[in-house]
């Protein structure tokens, strides 16, 4: 079955640069999310999409911005990079039409490393 | 606001013995969805089960049982027959009603199981 992909994989940056990080949902699944995964900590909720419109936010900075596109990939934009947003990026997609389909299906995550 | 809460940092259990992860919960949500994921050492976020406030059953997926109880607030995880390869970081997350912007995760701390041969 098709799975949530997630890209790249990894990502060294520096200081003050930019990085543009991918993800394609499940087929047929119309809501995205982004979690900041931190060393050692829980999944934290940065945005979330459905119908390629902004649902919901949560601590996401103000140099981070998310969109999705008409084919439903989304792309999370993060800018002056700082060494605190070194992190696992996690994409989740969920289909909300279907009816009690509830889970959030994760991407294997983009590991930023921010030098 | 809602809070998840996994009071085992780590847990230690012998290969083929069954072993239970706790996890408790706080929301004002009447309805509500209970999620449990494994974190293998590799990073990647593996979906288990799932409980909704309302199911009258306790969830089951394979050797995954989600022992629900409403009154106590608590979504304990069992895993039975354990193997080597769930050693892994366990996550229980929740999620606040099905509508609007109730729909992201809130994730606990994490339980580190390993597993001895």
């Known amino acids: 079955a098709a799975g949530v992909i997630q890209s790249p994989r990894h990502l060294i940056k520096e200081k003050r640069e930019t990085a543009t990080l991918k993800c394609y949902p499940i087929?047929?699944?119309?809501?995205v999310y982004w979690y900041q995964q931190g060393p050692g900590q829980d999944p934290q909720f940065l945005i979330s999409?459905?119908?390629?419109?902004?649902?919901d936010k949560g601590s996401i900075p103000d140099r981070f911005s998310a969109q999705q596109f008409s084919d439903y990939h989304s792309e999370l934009n993060m800018s002056s990079l700082e060494l605190g947003d070194s992190a696992l990026y996690f994409c989740?997609?969920?289909?909300?039409?279907?009816?009690?389909?509830?889970?959030?299906?994760f991407g294997p995550g983009t590991r930023l490393t921010v030098t | 606001a809602q809070k998840i809460t996994q009071t085992q940092p780590g847990m230690f259990v012998q290969e083929k013995e069954a072993v239970t992860l706790d996890c408790t919960y706080d929301?004002?949500?009447?309805?509500?969805?209970l999620f449990w994921y494994k974190q293998p050492s590799s990073g990647e976020m593996i979906f288990l089960i799932y409980?909704?406030?309302?199911?009258?059953q306790n969830a089951t997926e394979g050797r995954y049982s989600l022992n629900f109880q409403k009154a106590r607030k608590s979504a304990n995880l069992v895993i039975s027959a354990s193997q080597l390869g769930d050693s892994a970081m366990y996550f229980c997350?929740?999620?606040?009603?099905?509508?609007?912007?109730?729909?992201?995760?809130?994730f606990g701390s994490g339980t580190q199981l390993t597993v001895l041969p």
């Open positions: 409980q909704g406030s309302y199911d009258q």
């Open positions: 999409f459905y119908e390629k419109m902004q649902s």
């Open positions: 087929p047929r699944h119309d809501t």
């Open positions: 989740a997609s969920s289909g909300e039409r279907d009816a009690g389909s509830y889970e959030q299906y």
């Open positions: 929301t004002s949500d009447p309805s509500y969805g």
């Open positions: 997350a929740m999620r606040g009603g099905f509508t609007g912007s109730a729909r992201q995760l809130t």
